[in-house]
Antibody, heavy 127, light 108 residues
């Protein structure tokens, strides 16, 4: 059973950098069979995809709305992937989720949506 | 960016009733890369349907999905207590991946 767990500071000051890690157990982020994403959800609002990383091809893509401030990276030795979001404001206050998107077919890439999610980490931006 | 519009915003129904949620895309969703999720308060979303009509592992058969192109539907044939929650559609065929605004199913 794959499990994902977010970790990081729950409070970040405005203009500082938000950093979260997602530890994956029950599966390897290096298998090359999955995309690994970050998604966030402000309180009482909908879901916003932040970006994803694919270790098999070494590719990372970001939501253009956040691209200038976001970095997603991996630490394969720890089976983790991470999120850094710079220059945060109160608008970045949200629950941050990490999630897995399995690749079903490689000829023409077919995936299946996010099948495993972390429980979510609330990050509040405030001084 | 593909904008997903869900309707209705809220559904007021009773246990055992049928729920129909619609999701309309601003442009065609490639290869029917459309998923549905259920989110209960304080929890992460749970994948219900992928590829527009395929039930995810362990999802009860009261959930079904359909549609293609720009119009998709989630049907819950008989509402159970755990189905009073918020449902989201999501397209994952075109970057940026996007979600609909959500449909809340509440007890009538």
């Amino acid at each position: 059973q794959v499990q994902l767990q977010e970790a990081g500071p729950g409070l970040v000051e405005p203009s500082q950098t938000l950093s979260l890690t997602c530890t994956v157990s029950g599966g390897s982020i290096s298998s090359g069979r999955d995309y690994w994403s970050w998604i966030r959800q402000p309180a009482g609002q909908g879901l916003e995809w932040i970006g994803r990383i694919y270790i098999g091809g070494g590719s990372v893509i970001y939501n253009p709305s956040l691209k200038s401030r976001v970095t997603i990276s991996t630490d394969t030795s720890k089976n983790q992937f991470s999120l850094r979001l710079t220059s945060v404001t109160a608008a970045d206050t949200a629950v941050y989720f990490c999630a897995r998107e399995p690749i079903l077919s490689f000829g023409v890439i077919v995936t299946s949506g996010f099948d495993y999610w972390g429980q979510g980490a609330l990050v509040t931006v405030s001084s | 960016e593909i904008v997903l519009t869900q309707s209705p915003g809220t559904l007021s129904l009773s246990l055992g009733e049928r729920a129909i949620v619609s999701c309309r895309a601003s442009q065609s969703v490639s290869s029917s890369h459309l998923a549905w999720y259920r989110q209960k308060p304080g929890q992460a979303p749970r994948l219900l349907i992928y590829g527009a009509s395929n039930r995810a592992t362990g999802v009860p058969d009261r959930f079904s999905g359909g549609g293609s192109g720009t119009d998709f539907t989630l049907i819950i044939s008989r509402l159970e207590p755990e189905d009073f929650a918020v449902f989201y559609c999501q397209q994952y065929g075109t970057s940026p991946l996007t979600f609909g605004g959500g449909t809340k199913v509440e007890i009538k």
